[in-house]
């Protein structure tokens, strides 16, 4: 408990210099603005603006990141509220009763509960945070090599299983990311693999670039048939954005309730905000006593999901920062961004830079303040931005996504890579497969491998290491359960439905 | 043809072709000679598989006359995004070559035209100028990351 208390304090102090005070305003601020933006979430929002940290040293990019973060989770919801088109996928939950409460005049109490409830659901999931990150960190540095190749295995299975659509469109997604993962240079043996002879692809593919063209690009070309669509009429005079105290006896309970379920789901791999804040959404219109008012504008229906999507989000950082296990696409860049700086996630971040991690973690509490402070008070000002055409807006992102991308290793090919990589995140928008497993094991990938190598390295090359321990024989269970459980739920429903 | 056949026929011809250029990779020279290719020996196995087993389900669909097939008209969308990729390439063949300033301000006009038409012109002009100034400046003054410069002018 002590040094629990005494590492937020050192958190603290990094994050309260006023500089760091500047970045995660800044971060928060610019989160909230792309968030906002539809089709542009927390991923690309992090993937676009990471260049601009490069020069601030590690603690203030991750600070600043943590901030765009936070800042696109609360702006995503604002869109959703106002004109009915969720600014990342986490939101749509949002649209449910969030804009019939816009239509019905009640935009300012919408907006006000859905800051309020993200306020509330991120804060508390903060402080488990912090209590249980410490012990995580410290389970996860027993793991031998074979154990810790097992637990990526059992991460991304997961998330494929985890997908909404064909599992084997999940899972062609997945090998594909690692098959990225293996161009370049081996470390290890120095074997040139899958270079083609070309000299920029022995450093490998940077899977910032590949985010850039899944997600900048990807997301602009997936959005064109909203580019010819006129002006969208946004409400831009608000009154007083605030709730009553009606209002408040609602939402209370819900949040309250909806606060531990995101976490939980955002700390498994694989699940995501979108189902944290549908699980709330739905889990709150069970229990209601008048399930017939959601999505007509009830009040609680907008604060369950939003809660749980915060919360989801802060959740979702624990795998990534103790185990550099990313959950979600969204953390994968989080993660992206830490390895840019030189930083490598994982149980010995804690031990290594307790400064940075710490300071990571409270500025999650400052940045939760400061968006809080940004989308009350400032938000009739920031939902202007919605007003800006699609027309004009999605050059804009092209020309961000190249910049982002030339900036990370100044080489022209890398545009020609992330070219490449928005027609494939496209294809696979019309071939209906997900994109998070290619990104989670893009990022993953080469850990996977080196976690593999030094497995048999240590055995002698006998395969029985990977099944050797109580740790790796659950972790094989978790990987098969999280595979045949989806298989035998979909049987199931399929013959009730017979 | 849907389009999960064609995802199935990509995905097995990926996982064959990366198999094959896995198993034709130089072998180490220190330790063991097979190191390198063993983990991509199993990823293109898997992925030869998956395309197997997608179109397996496939045929099973089709036998049940379930599945939409594929068209291969070209959409008023697939035009533009051709276009816009087409450019894209442009943009990047040309950014070392002619400079960030001059290269970005030419690709955003010529995008920012195509979805707006020549009657916006002072927009297209005013957004396409101040973001390749603004963000040439940002990076070079602010930032101290150094974007290509133009051959002549020095800019």
Redesign the interface.
């Known amino acids: 408990m002590d040094v629990i208390l005494s590492n937020l304090a050192l958190g603290l102090q990094v994050a309260l210099q006023p500089i760091n005070i500047f970045w995660v305003t800044l971060g928060g601020l610019l989160g909230t603005i792309i968030g906002m933006l539809p089709g542009l979430g927390p991923a690309t929002g992090v993937a676009v603006l990471l260049?601009?940290t490069?020069?601030m040293g590690p603690v203030g990019a991750l600070i600043t990141m943590a901030g765009v973060y936070y800042g696109a989770m609360f702006g995503g919801s604002r869109s959703s509220i106002l004109i009915n088109t969720p600014g990342d996928g986490a939101a749509i939950a949002s649209t449910f009763d969030g804009y019939p409460m816009a239509m019905q005049g009640r935009a300012e109490a919408a907006l006000a509960i859905s800051a309020i409830a993200s306020f509330i659901g991120g804060m508390i999931a903060t402080v488990v945070m912090i209590f249980t990150a410490v012990p995580v960190a410290r389970f996860a540095i027993k793991f031998g090599p074979a154990e810790y190749f097992l637990l990526m295995v059992f991460a991304l299975s997961a998330t494929a299983a985890m997908a909404k659509t064909?599992m084997?469109?999940s899972?062609?997604s997945l090998?594909?990311g690692?098959?990225v993962s293996?161009v370049g240079l081996?470390a290890?043996?120095?074997?040139?693999?899958?270079t083609f002879g070309i000299l920029e692809l022995q450093g490998g593919i940077d899977f910032l670039i590949i985010i850039l063209g899944i997600y900048a690009?990807g997301e602009?070309?997936k959005s064109?048939?909203m580019?010819?669509e006129g002006i969208r009429k946004v409400q831009t005079k608000f009154g007083r954005i605030w709730i009553t105290k009606e209002d408040w006896k609602r939402s209370w309970l819900p949040i309250l309730r909806s606060t531990p379920l995101g976490f939980f789901v955002g700390v498994l791999p694989g699940a995501g905000g979108t189902m944290a804040a549908l699980m709330a959404y739905n889990n709150e219109k069970n229990l209601s006593k008048h399930p017939e008012e959601f999505g007509k504008g009830a009040i609680e229906g907008l604060a369950a999901p939003e809660a749980a999507n915060n919360a989801c989000s802060v959740g979702a950082l624990i795998p990534m920062m103790t185990l550099g296990i990313p959950g979600s696409g969204t953390t994968a860049v989080m993660m992206g961004a830490l390895l840019m700086l030189g930083l490598q996630p994982g149980p010995l971040l804690f031990e290594k830079h307790p400064d940075i991690a710490w300071g990571m973690i409270a500025s999650m509490i400052i940045g939760n303040i400061v968006c809080v402070i940004i989308n009350l008070p400032l938000a009739k000002l920031l939902v202007r931005v919605l007003s800006v055409p699609a027309?004009?807006l999605?050059?804009?992102v092209?020309?961000l996504a190249?910049?982002g991308t030339?900036?990370i290793e100044?080489l022209?090919t890398d545009?020609?890579i992330m070219?490449i990589f928005?027609?494939i995140g496209?294809f696979m928008e019309?071939?209906?497969?997900p994109t998070s497993p290619l990104i989670l094991a893009g990022i993953v990938g080469g850990m996977m491998?080196q976690s593999?190598?030094q497995a048999?390295?240590i055995s002698g090359?006998d395969w029985s290491i990977f099944w050797g321990s109580p740790i790796c024989v659950t972790l094989i269970a978790l990987t098969i359960a999280s595979i045949v459980w989806p298989i035998v739920k979909e049987a199931k429903r399929k013959r009730l439905g017979n | 043809m849907t389009?999960?056949v064609?995802?199935g026929i990509l995905?097995f011809l990926?996982?064959v072709g990366?198999s094959y250029?896995?198993w034709t990779?130089?072998?180490?020279?220190?330790?063991?000679p097979l190191?390198?290719l063993?983990?991509?020996l199993m990823?293109?196995g898997?992925?030869t598989l998956?395309?197997i087993?997608?179109l397996i389900?496939e045929a099973v669909r089709a036998s049940r006359k379930e599945g939409k097939p594929v068209s291969f008209t070209f959409t008023q969308?697939g035009k533009?995004?051709a276009t816009?990729?087409l450019l894209?390439?442009l943009?990047?063949f040309f950014?070392?070559r002619i400079g960030y300033l001059l290269s970005?301000f030419l690709?955003?006009s010529i995008?920012?035209y195509l979805?707006?038409g020549k009657e916006r012109w002072k927009?297209i002009l005013s957004?396409s100028l101040g973001?390749?100034v603004g963000?040439y400046v940002l990076?070079g003054e602010v930032?101290?990351?150094q974007?290509?410069r133009m051959p002549f002018l020095g800019l």
């Open positions: 260049p601009l490069f020069t064909n084997v469109k899972f062609i090998f594909l690692l098959m293996t081996d290890q043996s120095g074997v040139s693999r899958f690009l602009v070309f064109f048939r580019i010819h027309r004009y999605f050059p804009i092209l020309g190249f910049i030339y900036a100044n022209a545009l020609f070219i928005g027609l496209l019309k071939a209906n497969i491998e593999f190598r048999r390295l090359g | 389009i999960n064609v995802t995905a990926l996982g990366y250029l896995a990779l130089p072998r180490a020279t220190v330790g063991n190191a390198p063993i983990f991509p990823l293109g898997g992925m998956l395309g087993l997608l389900q969308y533009s995004i816009v990729s894209c390439g943009y990047a950014f070392e970005t690709f955003l995008v920012l979805f707006n927009s957004i973001f390749s963000v990076f930032l101290s990351i974007l290509p």
